[in-house]
């Protein structure tokens, strides 16, 4: 199995960026799918983004498509987020996952980050 960890939350205004980072141990990542989901508050964890073990290829949510890129640097067994034009309805936990191959549903990803909590003001 792998270990994750998320860092680079925090606050910024609507129409800002932020870069999420996912720091791995255990197993190379370049042995997983990896993606990142989403939680806001009184609301179910939801799909945002997935690389496959190359990463040439991934897959995104339709609400951030165009403004979010995952991308993955295996030999630092990192995965990133980066996240522009942020709006307020991005405003949740992230939460860094391992799959074994591609998909949108987090129960088909069998490890987890702590997550990292994002927070866009109007």
């Known amino acids: 199995q792998v270990q994750l960890g998320e860092s680079g939350g925090g606050l910024v205004q609507a129409g800002g960026s932020l870069r999420l980072s996912c720091a791995t141990s255990?197993?190379?990542?370049?042995?997983?799918?990896m993606g990142w989901f989403r939680q806001a508050p009184g609301k179910e964890r939801e799909f945002v983004a997935s690389?496959?073990?190359?990463?040439?290829?991934?897959s995104y949510a339709d609400s951030v498509k165009g403004r979010f890129t995952i991308s993955r640097a295996n030999a630092k067994n990192t995965v990133y987020l980066q996240m522009n034009s942020l709006k307020p309805e991005d405003t949740a936990v992230y939460y860094c996952?391992?799959?074994?191959?591609?998909?949108?549903?987090?129960?088909?990803?069998?490890?987890w980050g702590q997550g990292t909590q994002v927070t866009v003001s109007s």
């Open positions: 996952a391992a799959a074994a191959y591609m998909s949108d549903s987090a129960r088909d990803f069998h490890s």
């Open positions: 255990g197993r190379p990542i370049g042995s997983y799918v």
């Open positions: 690389i496959n073990w190359s990463g040439r290829s991934t």
